[in-house]
């Protein structure tokens, strides 16, 4: 737990040194939107690693965030804060209806359910032409501002950005260290003994995959009202099969993972740029190794150097 | 006084009756043991006392409550815990997490306290974890506490999963073959043991193959036979009941 709070302390001082090294305003862009995808992947950790469930339809929840808070502010000309809360209440009733049902049920049909409400909101990002602009797109997404102060270049957005990531996972940090962490990992390797410690498993299950639909949510409104301008295709099947990936990757064991991964798959597309046609078999291969090499991931890599240097544990 | 009634507990699997129109009582402070042979209910019964299963028919009444159609972790909030014949312990998480865990129904913070790091979240956190190393140490255990739990043997993890139960400090446990697995020696200490619980008030349920453990330490003794209880009496009284030893050993045994 100590060690926790450590590498949070860490990562807080990385993220404050980090942007001004960057040598262009490009890659400050690129750890903005890294740190967004780690914090939706965060959320999916969360779900996921200590749970044990699977979505498959987290970049549904990632687009209602960009598009309930997007809208809100281009059409009705909301503030960005309300229409920011709209947005992840809204996310947060849609993820807990179709979570009560599925989550009643022992096995993986959330990750069913999940696939085809992904699908859903996708066919209604495109098709609900008047709110999201259909497949050509939402425009005149209003900008972040805290009275003054505008959050409008990438450096400034991009502190914002890791500032909510630290925050998240000071939360996540202190959650999976309480017992509430303790119970959702309990219900992970015996449903049935959690119960019988008075457990109720499908509440928590519901409650967490909620929560993990909620960071989704963040993660598409600081998408939204950093880019101003939004397309379906950003919210389609393609990006929860990354998210799942992100965290496999980064050791879903851990929160941490989300951040290794997170990072990884965030940053692996510039480095492969210049490759042209061979990117996306490359890209394909590496985490083909990663998966073969690290079944634990970058996470469950760090913990065996550091058994390693310490000794047997 | 009566802990625990159940009445007419019936129930199927596909065609086979695994319970037949089953009555037990169990009075509190007493150590009580299921026995019969193999399949004749004996952990369908549990399953269906704690909620993991639901029954066709039948009452479950729990200090006067009847609570024969409540989920299981409402009937485990009211002082009802339980180990399993196949073990289910929480093999990733270390000794000192699975006992902390089972200390769950007397502590209430959620995922707002728990996430915000409230002050009343880290306070149960310590007495959870207080409660879990005292009783860690009691059992023999402290010495494992940060082992992950499914890294131990199995004598070891079976006495993790009492430590558990005890946990949640039960009013009523339930024991699943607590003996199975064990050497002799583990036998005579979880003999001891869980006559120590009923002197500190627990009642305990126990389903036994050792008939030395059971005839040792229970005080009544209920017997099943295909999914209907053929007997029950003191274990004296079981001992000399010619259905039982027809049930076990078949008719010859009997006569014999």
Not at chain 1, 283 to 298: A, D, E, N, Q, S
Request: neutral net charge.
């Amino acid at each position: 737990m100590k060690r926790d709070y450590l590498l949070l302390l860490t990562l807080t001082v990385t993220i404050l040194l980090l942007p001004p090294l960057l040598p262009g305003d490009y890659y400050v862009e690129v750890l903005l939107f890294a740190g967004i995808n780690v914090l939706v992947a965060l959320g999916l950790s969360l779900l996921t690693g200590y749970a044990g469930q699977i979505s498959l339809g987290h970049a549904g929840f990632y687009g209602m965030g960009a598009y309930i808070s997007g809208a809100l502010t281009a059409h009705l000309g909301w503030p960005v804060p309300l229409a920011a809360i709209t947005a992840l209440l809204a996310t947060a009733f849609v993820a807990a209806l179709v979570g009560w049902p599925t989550l009643r049920l022992k096995g993986h049909y959330l990750a069913m359910a999940t696939l085809g409400l992904g699908i859903i909101l996708y066919i209604l990002f495109v098709q609900l032409r008047g709110i999201t602009g259909g497949a050509s797109g939402l425009s005149g997404i209003r900008p972040v501002h805290l009275g003054d102060l505008y959050f409008d270049t990438p450096r400034r957005y991009c502190y914002l950005v890791w500032s909510i990531v630290v925050l998240a996972f000071l939360f996540s940090i202190n959650l999976v260290h309480s017992r509430t962490g303790m119970a959702l990992r309990a219900l992970h390797y015996s449903e049935v003994a959690a119960s019988t410690l008075g457990i109720d498993v499908a509440m928590y299950k519901l409650k967490v995959f909620v929560l993990s639909a909620v960071f989704a949510a963040l993660g598409g409104i600081l998408y939204a009202h950093y880019i101003t301008f939004i397309s379906p295709e950003t919210f389609g099947f393609m990006y929860s099969v990354d998210l799942v990936v992100m965290i496999v990757l980064g050791g879903m064991h851990s929160i941490w993972g989300a951040l290794l991964g997170g990072t990884f798959l965030s940053l692996l597309p510039e480095a492969l740029h210049r490759l042209e046609d061979l990117e996306v078999m490359v890209h394909g291969l590496i985490l083909l190794l990663v998966l073969i090499f690290l079944p634990k991931g970058f996470v469950g890599l760090i913990e065996k150097v550091g058994e390693k240097i310490h000794g047997a544990p | 006084m009566v802990l625990l009634e159940a009445q007419e507990v019936t129930k199927s699997f596909g065609g086979v009756k695994a319970l037949n129109g089953v009555d037990v009582t169990l009075q509190e402070g007493t150590i009580t043991a299921l026995i019969g042979p193999n399949g004749s209910g004996k952990t369908t019964f549990f399953n269906i006392l704690t909620g993991v299963l639901p029954m066709d028919a039948g009452r479950v009444i729990f200090l006067g409550q009847d609570i024969g159609k409540w989920p299981a972790h409402r009937r485990a909030a009211l002082g009802i815990a339980r180990t399993f014949q196949n073990l289910q312990i929480f093999q990733e998480m270390t000794v000192l997490e699975n006992v902390m865990i089972g200390g769950f129904r007397h502590t209430h913070s959620g995922f707002f306290g728990g996430g915000f790091g409230l002050p009343r979240a880290r306070r149960e956190m310590e007495q959870l974890r207080d409660r879990a190393l005292e009783l860690l140490e009691r059992m023999g255990l402290a010495p494992y506490q940060g082992a992950l739990a499914g890294n131990l043997p199995f004598g070891l993890q079976r006495k993790v999963e009492i430590a558990r139960a005890l946990s949640s400090r039960p009013r009523l446990l339930l024991l699943d073959e607590p003996a199975a697995g064990l050497t002799t020696k583990e036998t005579l200490s979880i003999a001891r043991f869980i006559q120590g619980l009923k002197e500190e008030g627990i009642t305990v349920f126990l389903v036994e193959h050792d008939m030395d453990l059971v005839m040792g330490i229970s005080e009544w003794v209920i017997v099943l036979n295909f999914g209907k209880k053929i007997y029950e009496g003191t274990p004296l009284a079981v001992k000399r009941e010619r259905s039982v030893i027809k049930a076990y050993l078949g008719e010859r045994g009997a006569q014999g």
